[in-house]
């Protein structure tokens, strides 16, 4: 099968190209850059294209079977979401797969979070089988604080009293990879999560062990977290992340067990730890 992967050089789809490759699946990437394929993918073809450019989208997606769809954050993620539905519609795709976000009452304040909502109703025209996956906060959004944590001994991210059940991003990988590939999961909406509530202390903690000294959380100040990542965001992003943060703290982002159960044979294993994520990026360095 011919699969195209929109989103196949970020966070969350590089493991899901890796994943599909390792079932032999035929694989091409969406990309700006196609070095950046070419050097770090090997096996996945790259095609050169515009989320914003439907003549372009229509080229991509000649001759496959499928489209994995994951949209980056930004002003215009839900035009170029519809977009890519649109197109696989177009070219007669069997099989569409996306990821948005997990969304609990109230989330859809938030405004990159109240964008994937019409991706997901494009993407419920696009094709006779598709699956929208709805994922929790990345683990790996923890790495962007490494530097606060060797230098400062601070955790920054807030995460609220209740927590929030962090997600390792090859977990959604590995539920993007199964629904793609197998039989079972077309028509369905299918929240993916870490296996427990953290917040900030409890994430503190991890990194504490893991590394071998203290790491305190900053008390979930979100205009504290603000300040810190200003200068490495745009602009435009930098509000909406303090309105995501702002929920979190006053709500929330956790899991019920029906949600966990659900998500377990999209998987086809248990989620992956938050201490476990941690000792092996420490054991990477």
Not at 23 to 38: A, D, H, I
Not at 108 to 123: C, G
Not at 132 to 142: A, E, G, S, V
Not at 208 to 229: F, M, N, T
Request: hydrophobic share 45%; with cysteine; proline share 6%.
């Amino acid at each position: 099968m011919s699969v195209l992967v929109i989103g196949g050089t970020g966070t969350v789809g590089r493991h899901v190209v890796a994943g599909l490759r390792a079932k032999g699946e035929t694989v091409r990437v969406l990309t700006r850059r196609p070095e950046k394929v070419r050097d770090g993918m090997q096996g996945a073809e790259a095609v050169e294209g515009d989320l914003l450019d439907p003549a372009g989208l229509d080229r991509a997606l000649d001759g496959t079977k499928a489209m994995a769809l994951i949209t980056a954050v930004g002003p215009k993620e839900a035009e170029e979401g519809r977009n890519a539905a649109e197109a696989a519609r177009r070219a007669g795709c069997s099989r569409v797969v996306q990821m948005s976000v997990f969304l609990p009452p109230g989330a859809e304040t938030i405004p990159h979070f109240a964008s994937k909502l019409p991706i997901e109703e494009a993407v419920r025209r696009s094709a006779e089988q598709w699956t929208i996956l709805r994922p929790n906060c990345f683990m790996q959004n923890d790495l962007l604080y490494r530097e606060a944590m060797s230098r400062h001994g601070v955790y920054p991210q807030p995460l609220g009293h209740r927590g929030v059940n962090l997600v390792d991003v090859r977990d959604i990988a590995d539920a993007m990879v199964t629904a793609l590939t197998e039989a079972g999961y077309d028509g369905r909406l299918v929240e993916i999560h870490g296996p427990e509530a953290l917040t900030a202390q409890g994430v503190a903690e991890n990194w504490s062990q893991g590394l071998g000294r203290e790491i305190h959380a900053l008390d979930d100040d979100v205009q504290a977290w603000a300040g810190l990542v200003a200068p490495h965001l745009p602009e435009a992003v930098l509000p909406d992340l303090v309105t995501m943060f702002e929920f979190f703290v006053e709500k929330g982002l956790e899991a019920d067990d029906a949600a966990l159960q659900a998500q377990r044979p999209l998987l086809g294993h248990a989620p992956r730890t938050h201490a476990a994520f941690v000792a092996e990026a420490v054991a990477s360095d």
